[in-house]
């Protein structure tokens, strides 16, 4: 159970993200995350520009408030002065430090007197624009005279440089006069805590931060409120309608609660939703219809073909009848005539002395042609109801070889040779040996009369190509069958043979002989080249199905 529930929530959690409305809401939050954090970062970066030019500004006025205060002590060369009012503005709280170089870079004076004496590195922050070129420059830009370093304590500190101009009122004092020419003096060293200015940088970056957090929060719900009413709810509203239809709800409606794309779009689903159901409901109309259409046409027709079949049954009986009349007329005709003959020579007593030879050949006449009209009759009878089935296992080269004694004279009379091709790993057959036999000497007989003037007869045996029967194939390379016979081959006195030498029911009882078995016969056959008998029976027939087999042959022949 946990698993399916498993299951059912990853694909809840797939289709969601697959769905549009998660697409457009999942982009639009992309993209004011990106514009929002991008404007978040320049207006922290403003502010702390404008906040480092508030405080370079501060400082450039301390300095100056310096420079100017000590002005009044450097002309009277008042070092305890200078340093008093120094040290006074030095202890207000953001200055970290005041220093006092000279030209050589030697510190006259700084509230940290650990400093005083020591002759700094031009190439330290506090020199280095003054002397980044080969000479001291006479005046600085403004840019160049702040910067802003690490104190011990990690926090940021601003020094500016403020350069002691020789003013002409110090170059003429009469205390420590300045050649005219030396342009600057000295220079002041301001250093100021920034400590202050990056903790209200730093309060207002977080508060920035926090406002730009809750803006992009705001907007999201808002853009989720609003993509989901107008875009992911109308859709999943017309998906839910299309899975209606899918079901064979047809003329399912959606509730069209817009008049933009997608309310139009639910009205020509519901439009395409009452045409379907409108044209599902006429073709159900025109199925019933036709349904009884077709029952109608299917009584005519099964009443068509029942007449249709009892006038071909009535034509064949009709056929069979006229065959019949014309092979049993002609003997019984011959009967009556030398019948009547007798009659003629016993009425007038020739028959005991001169006709008695010529009365016995008029008996004898009249017994063949009665034993041929017993045989027709009798043929008739096998055709039409079946004679009793001995099946049993049978080796279909015994069954060869009985039928060839009985037809070795015929053959060597007509000229024919023989040959013979029996596999010797054929299985057995469970067939009638004697009905089997008798098709055999049907199908030889054919071939005999198929080859007047002699010929070649080849009997062969073989397994079927599915391996499912056990074939017995007939060849003679005799006159063949025409093209117009050979499809009527099967059928009741149909033949190829002149008049008097048969009527044409060996092969139609031979076929039933073999349907009997649950076999097939087929025939091949071209004029002037042979003809090919191919009877194919099945190994492992059961009594059963034979049985089965024959009542249907029977009910076919009937």
Request: charged share 20%.
């Amino acid at each position: 159970m946990q698993e399916i529930e498993a299951k059912r929530e990853n694909l809840r959690g797939k289709a969601f993200t697959a769905s549009i409305g998660a697409k457009l809401i999942g982009s639009l939050l992309a993209m004011m995350l990106i514009i929002f954090a991008l404007l978040g970062y320049l207006n922290i970066r403003l502010h702390r520009q404008h906040l480092e030019a508030a405080a370079l500004l501060s400082a450039e006025r301390v300095s100056d408030i310096i420079q100017r205060s000590t002005a009044y002590y450097m002309l009277r060369n008042d070092r305890e002065g200078l340093y008093h009012t120094i040290q006074t503005i030095a202890d207000q709280p953001g200055v970290v430090k005041i220093r006092i170089f000279d030209q050589e870079g030697r510190i006259n004076y700084s509230t940290d007197p650990a400093e005083v004496s020591h002759v700094v590195n031009k190439t330290a922050e506090a020199c280095y624009g003054c002397h980044s070129q080969s000479q001291p420059l006479a005046r600085l830009n403004r840019p160049d005279r702040f910067r802003i370093y690490r104190s011990g304590d990690q926090h940021r500190v601003l020094g500016i440089i403020t350069p002691i101009e020789n003013q002409p009122s110090c170059s003429n004092a009469e205390c420590h006069a300045h050649p005219a020419t030396q342009q600057v003096l000295g220079v002041l060293d301001t250093n100021l805590s920034l400590a202050q200015a990056d903790a209200q940088l730093a309060s207002s970056s977080t508060r920035m931060t926090a406002y730009t957090a809750t803006a992009v929060l705001i907007v999201a719900v808002l853009s989720w409120i609003f993509v989901w009413r107008v875009v992911a709810r109308p859709i999943k509203t017309l998906k839910e309608g299309t899975e209606h239809l899918s079901r064979g709800d047809l003329g399912y409606q959606i509730d069209v609660q817009s008049q933009d794309e997608v309310g139009d779009l639910a009205a020509s689903f519901n439009s395409m939703s009452t045409q379907l159901r409108a044209a599902n409901e006429q073709i159900v109309n025109w199925a019933k219809t036709l349904e009884d259409r077709v029952e109608q046409k299917t009584r005519e027709l099964k009443s068509a073909h029942e007449h249709v079949l009892y006038v071909e049954k009535m034509a064949s009986l009709g056929k069979m009848a006229a065959v019949v009349a014309h092979e049993v007329n002609n003997p019984l005709s011959g009967i009556l005539t030398y019948a009547k003959l007798l009659r003629k020579w016993v009425a007038t007593g020739q028959a005991e002395h001169e006709k008695q030879g010529e009365a016995m050949e008029c008996l004898d006449l009249i017994a063949t042609e009665s034993r041929r009209c017993g045989e027709l009759i009798h043929n008739l009878l096998t055709l039409s109801r079946g004679a009793p089935m001995n099946v049993q296992a049978t080796d279909l080269r015994q069954v060869i070889d009985r039928s060839l004694l009985l037809v070795r004279h015929p053959l060597e009379l007509a000229g024919i040779e023989l040959q013979l091709h029996l596999s010797d790993d054929l299985p057995l057959v469970r067939c009638d040996p004697a009905q089997i036999e008798q098709v055999l000497l049907a199908l030889i007989m054919n071939a005999i009369d198929a080859m007047p003037r002699g010929g070649n007869l080849w009997i062969s045996t073989r397994l079927s190509p599915d391996e499912t029967g056990a074939q017995i194939e007939v060849r003679d390379d005799g006159v063949g069958i025409p093209p117009d016979i050979l499809p009527h081959i099967f059928e009741p006195f149909v033949t190829t043979k002149e008049s008097g030498h048969g009527v044409g029911l060996g092969l139609a009882i031979s076929r039933g002989i073999v349907e009997r078995h649950g076999g097939r016969i087929e025939v091949e056959s071209k004029v002037g080249r042979g003809t090919t008998f191919t009877v194919t029976l099945p190994i492992e027939s059961r009594p059963a199905a034979l049985a089965d087999a024959s009542s249907d042959a029977a009910m076919k022949v009937r």
